[in-house]
């Protein structure tokens, strides 16, 4: 039992350092870019942004989506740093900082990056699919590609290697929801600029996360420390 906590407990640190991280990244990044894209959003809907809200309220506003981000992220990075924590316990554990590196950089490509390919990071006003169908979709690509990436590094054989590549690209054969070509006001660039924003995000915060679960999994101060 006391292992267990002690896991959660290292987890949790983990997790609210790279969502910390993740979160502020995300405020001084995306955060303008999406309130930018939400004034084309009310554009379209004959609307000004002025119209919507006065200043002062708009202000309440912020901080509130700012609060929001902040939880929000420590909440998922506490949720991934305990996954990952668990999968790399059964695989051998995460011994030294740099192993901690490889399981960031691994969780960035499951659960950013490839996904993104086949739905990328979506602004207010953008044509999107249901909701749920790309829910499912996202779940499926993450999963298949965490499992592709454990299975293909820990068994090494021909076989492994297919079933790998089987499941990397299953959700791509089958196809990320879409809808059909929708008129948007939101430029193309900004956009793009959302989209990098986004995996730029994720990829420090992932590291960061990673290399915290590693060193403190392996560094005899913090084992002093919790037993």
Same mark, same amino acid.
């Given at each position: 039992m006391?292992?267990? /906590? !002690? ?5 949790? *640190?983990?997790? &609210? ?15 303008p870019?999406?309130?930018?894209a939400?004034?084309?959003?009310? *554009?379209?809907?004959? /609307?000004?942004?002025?119209? /919507?809200? +006065? ?8 901080? !509130?989506? =700012?609060?929001? #981000?902040?939880?929000a ?12 924590? &668990?999968?790399?316990? &059964?695989?051998?554990?995460? !011994? #030294? ?5 490889? @399981?960031?950089?691994?969780?960035f490509?499951?659960f950013?990056?490839? $996904?993104?390919?086949?739905l $990328? +990071?979506?602004? +207010?006003?953008?044509p ?9 979709? @996202? ?9 592709? %990436? ?5 068994? !090494? ?13 299953? $959700? ?9 070509? &929708?008129? #948007?006001?939101? $430029? ?7 989209v ?7 990829l420090?915060a @992932?590291?960061?996360?990673? *290399? %915290?679960?590693g060193?403190?999994?392996?560094? =005899?101060?913090?084992?002093?420390v919790l037993?």
């Amino acid at each position: 039992m006391a292992y267990f /906590q !002690r896991l959660f407990f290292l987890a949790l *640190v983990a997790g &609210v350092v790279g969502g910390v991280i993740a979160s502020t990244l995300n405020i001084a990044i995306n955060v303008p870019t999406i309130m930018e894209a939400e004034v084309f959003e009310h *554009v379209a809907e004959h /609307q000004t942004a002025a119209d /919507q809200a +006065p200043h002062e309220h708009k202000h309440v506003s912020v901080v !509130r989506r =700012n609060l929001i #981000t902040l939880a929000a992220m420590v909440l998922a990075f506490v949720g991934y740093a305990f996954l990952v924590s &668990v999968v790399a316990e &059964v695989g051998g554990g995460l !011994r #030294t900082w740099s192993s901690g590196l490889l @399981w960031g950089m691994g969780g960035f490509l499951a659960f950013n990056l490839v $996904p993104a390919i086949g739905l $990328p +990071p979506e602004l +207010p006003g953008m044509p999107a699919a249901d909701l749920g169908e790309r829910q499912l979709w @996202w779940l499926c690509c993450a999963f298949g590609t965490a499992g592709a %990436m454990l299975l293909a590094t820990n068994v !090494r054989n021909a076989a492994a290697y297919v079933a790998s590549l089987v499941l990397l690209a299953a $959700p791509f054969l089958f196809g990320a929801p879409t809808v059909d070509d &929708v008129a #948007t006001l939101v $430029p193309e660039e900004l956009q793009r600029h959302f989209v990098l924003g986004t995996l730029a995000a994720g990829l420090v915060a @992932w590291v960061a996360m990673g *290399v %915290m679960l590693g060193v403190l999994r392996s560094g =005899n101060r913090y084992r002093a420390v919790l037993g």
